[in-house]
């Protein structure tokens, strides 16, 4: 058990490299736009167009490298993000910045589609939520310190700095990787299969984690601003917000790792009701500092509950392999990152950035009915469950 931590780890330290990349154009969002000379938006679309290409090559890309070893294709993967940002960091323009990030989302599409089969057959079945949440808490430390990290250095340095530094933690978990990943046989494990289960229910789950995120990221993807104008925020406060929202989203992921080992649809059901309600209770109460500060902080708390809650649903009802359910729910995580930020960017340039907590508040609301609905929906259209 001791032995197996030591893998444990370094798949977290790569999961908040990866995801402190994706989401690092967030906090940097108005000093790429000012260095660059393109507009907000633009800029947000760096990370639309990432969560795209994961979108888009995550199932063909996991089904393609099945066979390749799991401690050979991690290594390979943490390769391809060292160079990804140190590209980023080096970018003299908007287009090129782009490439890098399209050149580094093919990695993450692979790595969030086999790390949670990987991470469970290094362990027992009955501890594969709590596992599972420590990858997810390395993940959601990317935005609480990654984020926060990169948005002081930028306003100190640059935001070529947190690119840097990103280079250089990724690096970091490279090196990890490399000294301490085993060669985990996912096949010969129990982690291979379902342990029940059941298409329809899975393709739920999917949808599920597709509004909840989808909901999320309309408002979040265009954070900085909402603070700045709609809530008055200076941008010195910027990063402490941003701090404790990360903080807050760890929480998150350790009750929803805890919670979903024993009480799974409640673990769902009660992550999800909290990101609606915050979202919507940022949208009536934006022009209060302390309230939205309160509630940034609870849309974080709940995502973080919701991910390996849903993982651990999605793990236990894979209709087939579960490197391919693994890789469908990120596909739906991104997609939700893509028309999140997309439909952020809409509401951006129509209603206004106060109404993108609206929208994404409605968005999680549809996600947390879907999920109540599971039980009426399977049994009036029951699966057929493989024995």
């Known amino acids: 058990m001791i032995d197996r931590m030591v893998p444990l780890l370094a798949l977290a330290a790569a999961a908040f490299c990866y995801v402190a990349t994706e989401t690092m154009p967030i906090g940097v969002?108005?000093?790429?736009?000012?260095?660059?000379?393109?507009?907000?938006?633009?800029?947000?679309?760096?990370?639309?167009?990432?969560?795209?290409?994961?979108?888009v090559v995550t199932i063909p890309l996991t089904y393609a490298t099945r066979n390749v070893p799991r401690r050979r294709l991690m290594i390979i993967l943490l390769g391809v993000l060292v160079l990804g940002n140190l590209i980023s960091a080096l970018a003299p323009g908007y287009w090129l910045l782009l490439g890098a990030r399209l050149l580094t989302a093919p990695s993450q599409a692979i790595f969030w589609g086999?790390?949670?089969?990987?991470?469970?057959?290094?362990?027992?079945?009955?501890?594969?939520?709590r596992v599972n949440a420590v990858v997810f808490a390395g993940a959601s430390l990317g935005p609480m310190l990654g984020v926060p990290a990169g948005t002081w250095l930028g306003q100190q340095f640059s935001w070529r700095a947190a690119f840097v530094a990103l280079t250089v933690l990724?690096?970091?978990?490279?090196?990890?990787?490399?000294?301490?990943?085993?060669?985990?046989?996912?096949?010969?494990?129990?982690?291979?299969?379902?342990?029940?289960?059941?298409?329809?229910?899975?393709?739920?789950?999917?949808?599920?984690?597709?509004?909840?995120?989808a909901g999320l990221y309309t408002s979040f993807t265009y954070t900085e601003v909402f603070l700045l104008s709609a809530t008055g925020f200076t941008a010195a406060a910027l990063a402490p917000l941003l701090l404790v929202r990360g903080a807050a989203d760890f929480a998150g992921v350790a009750a929803g790792g805890y919670a979903s080992d024993r009480w799974q649809r409640g673990a769902v059901t009660g992550s999800a009701a909290i990101l609606a309600v915050a979202l919507l209770g940022m949208?009536?109460?934006?022009?209060?500092?302390?309230?939205?500060?309160?509630?940034?902080?609870?849309?974080?708390?709940?995502?973080?509950?919701?991910?390996?809650?849903?993982?651990?649903?999605?793990?236990?009802?894979?209709?087939?392999?579960?490197?391919?359910?693994?890789?469908?729910?990120?596909?739906?995580?991104?997609?939700?990152?893509?028309?999140?930020s997309l439909i952020g960017a809409a509401v951006f340039d129509g209603p206004g950035v106060r109404a993108t907590a609206l929208v994404g508040g409605l968005l999680a609301l549809a996600g947390l009915v879907l999920f109540l609905a599971e039980p009426l929906l399977v049994r009036r259209t029951p699966a057929v469950v493989r024995r």
């Open 29 to 55: 969002l108005t000093l790429v736009a000012g260095d660059l000379g393109v507009p907000e938006p633009a800029v947000g679309l760096l990370v639309t167009g990432y969560a795209v290409v994961v979108a």
């Open 114 to 129: 086999v790390v949670a089969p990987v991470v469970a057959a290094m362990f027992d079945v009955s501890v594969r939520g």
């Open 283 to 340: 949208y009536v109460a934006a022009g209060s500092g302390p309230i939205v500060a309160v509630l940034l902080a609870a849309t974080a708390f709940a995502i973080g509950a919701l991910t390996p809650a849903l993982q651990n649903r999605v793990l236990e009802v894979a209709p087939g392999s579960t490197d391919m359910a693994s890789a469908g729910n990120s596909v739906a995580f991104n997609v939700g990152i893509a028309a999140g």
């Open 170 to 213: 990724a690096l970091a978990a490279f090196g990890a990787l490399v000294a301490g990943m085993p060669d985990v046989r996912v096949a010969a494990t129990h982690a291979a299969t379902g342990t029940r289960p059941d298409r329809r229910r899975y393709a739920i789950f999917v949808a599920v984690t597709t509004l909840a995120v």
